[in-house]
């Protein structure tokens, strides 16, 4: 989303190497199957929309970590953090089973909380105010 993207630049700006390579917008579970009489890239579209995305996949020595990215990071971070990995590992079962991250510029209430006592890594990035 566009109000993410100053926040994944400042993180990359810290921890830009400490992986690999990155892949974005990454298509992961079940999708629908538009009916017959649709346009075919009309229904390419729709089944590819229709898939869950993960933020990003960073890649280490052939280990992937799924990472989310969020200005407000609440519930439902936590509940893409605990699905991904399931969904990326039947997407891709060559794969080594993935590690999750979560980069927010906010948390809700509770959510540090919820974070820590699962054992999910996460990193609160401020990203430079924009100038106008």
Request: net charge negative.
């Amino acid at each position: 989303m566009p109000h993410e993207i100053p926040i994944w630049e400042a993180w990359l700006d810290i921890h830009e190497h400490d992986y690999d390579t990155y892949e974005y917008d990454v298509r992961v579970g079940e999708s629908i199957t538009p009916p017959p009489d649709v346009d075919a890239n009309i229904a390419t579209m729709a089944v590819d929309l229709a898939k869950k995305r993960i933020d990003v996949v960073a890649w280490l020595n052939n280990k992937p970590t799924i990472i989310e990215i969020k200005d407000y990071a609440g519930l439902t971070a936590i509940g893409q953090l605990v699905s991904y990995p399931l969904l990326f590992i039947k997407e891709f079962p060559e794969s080594l089973p993935p590690d999750i991250k979560l980069i927010a510029s906010r948390l809700l209430p509770d959510v540090a909380y919820i974070l820590t006592t699962y054992e999910i890594p996460f990193e609160i990035i401020k990203p430079a105010p924009i100038s106008k």
